[in-house]
């Protein structure tokens, strides 16, 4: 359980950057966006995959 916590708090904190980083440069808004899906989607596919080894 302490994995998922930590993957939690990885998410807030690239999440966090990407807004810092669309205020800095308003034209990585696009990039950073994507980069924030693929973060989120490889995050979800951990916990699956954490889920299913647990069993």
């Known amino acids: 359980m302490a994995e998922l916590l930590f993957g ?7 999440f966090c950057s990407v807004i810092a980083l669309s205020i800095k ?5 696009c990039f950073s966006l994507l ?5 989120y989607y ?3 596919f ?8 647990s069993y």
């Open 42 to 44: 490889f995050y979800c």
């Open 25 to 29: 440069m308003p034209d990585m808004i």
């Open 8 to 14: 939690f708090e990885y998410i807030v904190s690239v």
């Open 35 to 39: 980069f924030s899906f693929f973060v």
């Open 46 to 53: 951990y916990i699956i995959s954490f889920l299913l080894l």
